[in-house]
């Protein structure tokens, strides 16, 4: 078989992330340690089913950061980034400057001249937004203090690509390396510095301007064909086309991508495009990480080993300890903190480029960029293994977890009720408990969150409630009842199985955000089964019946009886499939409750003359609160 045919290599590359990624998640590593480890293993350097052209896949793949930095952009609105200036210039900022200063002086003590140590400090200082961001993701912290902070830096770290690339050149020492015949210059190649600045900026004015203007009326005529596969290729080609732009005037197409999702966010088709990148953007990048695997020059290692690992430990360490001072400042709690720090102490992808791009301006000589690639690759490796390490063994010694849970003994494992996820919906639910003495144990994963709510009097625990061994000490195995109300609802759903697999004889009662999050938990066999916004609704639809002349009594009744009926609607909704199926089973349904509720109104309207609905209405709710209780 030609090992070099394309079929042949998607099939390596398909089977490496298919077997290895699902077992690293099985072990808690991670689906990014996953893809890594699947580089490696099918890499020159272990069984050589790829080889050089790893590296050529690794440009394409690198498509998929730029596909993340659109997504992460339609998900903040121009308001919200005005609200993260302080963490994005201040935090990011110093982050950036501090640590191309430190790495800079211990590149002078390892004997470099001034110019390629600036240029090592500058690149090193950048971390993986691809690796820190997938990660944060799957642990559910990209909505924490420590999350919020890694974004912000990751971000201005994006931006000061752009300045890296005017300065790098200022910094040439050695011979330049020439382009290879063929070779395209971009556009601002050559030109004075006043007009590469004027068509840089005119191109990000560009992006802007379109934005608004052009790509949305664009969009609507395209959405007015109703082809989903033509939508989908026009969000493709908006995405590669900001690519090409932004390469074409030596700028980030990242960072371009990032600014062009920003301008859409209030865009009425953000959630189309976001559905129609997401499947090419999770595929790109695990192909990202497999060729990042790949890349690692084992060789290079083998041959200094002690010098390879020793510069993965320096840089981490070096940068680890300036995020964590800098994490102080602006008052990170000390757990956040550490996850803060443990996340950003890699080196970035953009490292590769800027390292390919040293060596063609005679920045850096041809070992020292070598080396450095090799110590960049290993850093990237490593960062999902030693977040675990902090997760597993630092945090529950030196953050949070050690105030919270010193021992398992202190945990109160007798309590029947265990509510994991403190946010809005839980904590209600707590309260309420709390005031009726059904005393619980609490679990979040918001460090922040835990540390006000202990201060309540709250006796609330951090961790990961998804996990069978933080289940176990908090008395899993002796609860009777178990409230999940944590975010995301992917978490829910992987909460859900644990607790099957390893507390079947827990009680679980499971919050949904909406219709399609409670179809994914029946379909899991969720019998108790809380949506969030129904309730709410209902009893704003009560008192509008109310102020419209409806008497209470009748409204109440009416909001019960669609409560049930939509309920029990919802278990055969559930198990629908077929899109047109499922839109005439559900006009079905809607006709049928409006006749039942009409019918309900017609027999009742005569008994709605005296106090009797007061009386009746008090009656049914004490019966069907002993029904709960019983």
């Given amino acids: 078989m030609d090992q070099q045919s394309f079929f042949f290599q998607a099939f390596i590359y398909l089977s490496a992330a298919v077997i290895c990624v699902p077992v690293a998640k099985k072990l808690g590593l991670g689906s990014v340690l996953g893809y890594l480890i699947a580089g490696v293993i099918i890499g020159p350097s272990v069984l050589s089913l790829i080889g050089k052209e790893g590296q050529d896949v690794m440009h394409f793949a690198e498509f998929g950061v730029v596909m993340m930095l659109f997504l992460i952009g339609l998900e903040l609105e121009p308001e919200l980034l005005w609200k993260l200036r302080k963490s994005i210039v201040g935090l990011g900022g110093l982050q950036v400057a501090i640590t191309s200063a430190v790495i800079a002086l211990i590149a002078l003590g390892f004997g470099l001249t001034w110019r390629p140590a600036i240029a090592l400090g500058m690149i090193l200082s950048l971390s993986s937004t691809a690796i820190v961001i997938q990660t944060l993701t799957e642990k559910g912290l990209i909505r924490a203090a420590s999350g919020r902070s890694s974004f912000a830096v990751l971000l201005f770290q994006d931006i000061s690509v752009i300045p890296m690339f005017a300065i790098l050149p200022l910094l040439a020492t050695y011979q330049i390396v020439t382009e290879p015949a063929g070779t395209v210059s971009n556009w601002v190649s050559g030109r004075p510095g006043w007009l590469q600045t004027l068509i840089v900026s ?141 996340s950003l102490s890699q080196a970035g992808e953009f490292a590769f480029v800027l390292f390919s791009f040293c060596l063609q301006g005679g920045i850096l000589d041809n070992a020292t960029a070598n080396t450095m690639i090799a110590v960049v690759a290993i850093s990237m490796a490593f960062t999902p293994l030693v977040m675990l390490i902090n997760e597993r063994l630092l945090l529950p010694r030196i953050g949070t977890l050690e105030e919270l849970a010193p021992e398992a003994d202190d945990i109160n494992q007798d309590c029947p009720v265990i509510i994991a996820g403190l946010g809005h919906f839980g904590s209600t639910i707590g309260r ?29 625990f951090y961790g990961d409630a998804s996990r069978a061994e933080l289940l176990a000490s908090a008395g899993a195995a002796k609860a009777r009842i178990i409230v999940i109300a944590i975010e995301p609802a992917e978490k829910r ?84 499939r077929d899109q047109e199926e499922y839109i005439n089973t559900a006009r079905g349904f809607i006709e049928e409750m409006e006749q039942l509720l009409q019918n309900d109104r017609n027999a009742g309207s005569l008994e709605h003359e005296s106090d009797w609905d007061i009386e009746t209405y008090s009656k049914e709710v004490k019966e069907e609160a002993g029904q709960h209780l019983n």
Avoid: C, W
């Avoid at 609704?537 to 419209?548: E, K, P």
């Fill in 493 to 576: 759903l992987e909460m859900i199985e644990t607790i099957k697999k390893h507390f079947p004889n827990l009680r679980m009662l499971v919050r949904a955000s909406n219709r399609n999050d409670a179809y994914d938990q029946m379909n899991a066999g969720m019998l108790h089964i809380y949506r969030e916004s129904i309730d709410t609704s209902l009893r704003l639809g009560v008192d509008v019946m109310t102020m419209m002349g409806f008497r209470k009594y009748t409204a109440q009744r009416a909001a019960r009886l669609f409560f049930r009926y939509d309920e029990a609607n919802l278990k055969k909704l559930s198990s629908i």
């Fill in 202 to 342: 005119g191109s990000v004015a560009i992006i802007v301007i379109a934005g608004n203007y052009l790509i949305r009326p664009l969009l609507r005529v395209i959405a007015g064909t109703r082809l989903r596969e033509i939508f989908t290729a026009s969000a493709l080609l908006l995405v590669v086309g900001i690519a090409v732009l932004m390469t074409q005037v030596g700028l980030s197409p990242a960072l371009g991508a990032f600014l062009a999702g920003v301008v859409l966010a209030n865009s009425e088709y953000k959630h189309e495009l976001e559905s129609d990148i997401e499947p090419f953007k999770g595929l790109l990048l695990g192909l990202f990480f497999i060729a990042v695997g790949s890349s690692i020059n084992f060789g290079l290692i083998l041959a200094n080993p002690g010098r390879i690992l020793g510069l993965v430990a320096l840089l981490m360490t070096v940068k680890g300890l300036v995020l964590f001072i800098l994490g102080k400042i602006f008052k990170l709690s000390t757990d956040q903190n550490m996850i803060f720090s443990f």
């Fill in 432 to 460: 309420f408990l709390r005031a009726h003495r059904i005393y619980a144990t609490y679990l979040d994963i918001d460090s922040d969150r835990v540390a006000v709510l202990r201060k309540m009097g709250m006796k609330v």
